[in-house]
């Protein structure tokens, strides 16, 4: 199987996504999967997998069965809407996980995960257009979904309620 992975937070600042993201690719990679993972990212620095990880890259590499790719740099929403769908078709992606949106069509099943609902619970932090964005496309997303994941029962919570 081919799974396609928005990997854009990888290469930014530290943030939880980024940790999850992360985290998540090391236990792919210890679990020897027979897969195929694709690396989606219009940026580019050093990654290792490693158990350390300084965001400069530790020159352990990646398994042989991960690959990044490199996208053109747009807009966070051209790109999730119009490179990652052609992405995925290109590389004939089996499956693509993304964190929160997705892109509206994309030729294969769909994965996301949700770690909180921030811009709504505290939309002062959040501009406005992004909140907007959010509270439109996050549902389209979850409509397209195969599966969705949450990462506690409070942020399940809240996106039931």
């Given at each position: 199987m081919r799974i396609?992975?928005?990997?854009?937070?990888?290469?930014?600042?530290?943030?939880?996504?980024r940790t999850y993201l992360l985290n998540l690719l090391r236990q792919f990679a210890a679990m020897d999967l027979p897969h195929e993972f694709l690396l989606f990212t219009d940026r580019f620095e050093p990654l290792s997998l490693g158990a350390r990880d300084e965001g400069q890259g530790t020159g352990e590499g990646l398994p042989a069965n991960f690959r990044i790719v490199r996208l053109p740099k747009?807009?966070?929403?051209?790109?999730?809407?119009?490179?990652?769908?052609?992405?995925?078709a290109a590389y004939r992606v089996d499956l693509l996980h993304v964190q929160y949106i997705a892109p509206l069509t994309t030729p294969c099943p769909l994965v996301t995960t949700v770690h909180d609902v921030h811009w709504k619970r505290f939309p002062e932090t959040f501009p406005t257009r992004d909140r907007l964005l959010m509270d439109i496309f996050l549902p389209l997303t979850f409509r397209r979904a195969t599966f969705i994941i949450t990462d506690s029962h409070a942020s399940r919570s809240d996106l039931v309620h």
């Open positions: 396609g992975i928005d990997a854009r937070v990888l290469f930014g600042p530290h943030t939880g996504d747009l807009s966070r929403w051209l790109y999730t809407g119009v490179l990652l769908p052609r992405a995925c």
